[in-house]
């Protein structure tokens, strides 16, 4: 059993940085492919980025390309969503994820994928 728990959020002006915790508990996520999703007012869950634990691959949104940034602290059991040049658009509620080893060198992009979530935190941008 996997815990994870998102930390970070908060109210930015479009420009801005965060930078998104996500703390694992209950086992080591070092083998596990992490992942963030936003879900925003009205529209579904989206995939923003991730990383495989095995052969150094990242995923991103299209969205998000550029200006978002995914790693991780083994030593903390924590992975972490660096987003910089946040626009209104961004403003969602975002979790992290977290999927058990499996195939080298895949970066799970589908929520259904993810086996572990956080409860969320929420991002928002103003204009």
């Known amino acids: 059993q996997v815990q994870l728990v998102e930390s970070g959020g908060g109210l930015v002006q479009a420009g801005g940085s965060l930078r998104l915790s996500c703390a694992a508990s209950?086992?080591?996520?070092?083998?596990?492919?992490m992942g963030w999703f936003r879900q925003a007012p009205g529209k579904e869950r989206e995939f923003v980025a991730a990383?495989?634990?095995?052969?150094?691959?990242?995923a991103y949104g299209d969205s998000v390309k550029g200006r978002f940034t995914i790693s991780r602290d083994n030593a903390k059991n924590t992975a972490y969503l660096q987003m910089n040049q946040l626009k209104s658009e961004d403003t969602a509620v975002y979790y992290c994820?977290?999927?058990?080893?499996?195939?080298?060198?895949?970066?799970?992009?589908?929520?259904?994928?993810?086996?572990?979530w956080g409860q969320g935190t929420q991002v928002t941008v103003s204009s």
């Open positions: 209950g086992r080591t996520v070092s083998s596990y492919a």
């Open positions: 994820a977290a999927h058990a080893p499996g195939r080298w060198g895949y970066v799970p992009q589908a929520y259904d994928e993810y086996e572990y």
């Open positions: 990383d495989s634990w095995s052969g150094g691959l990242t």
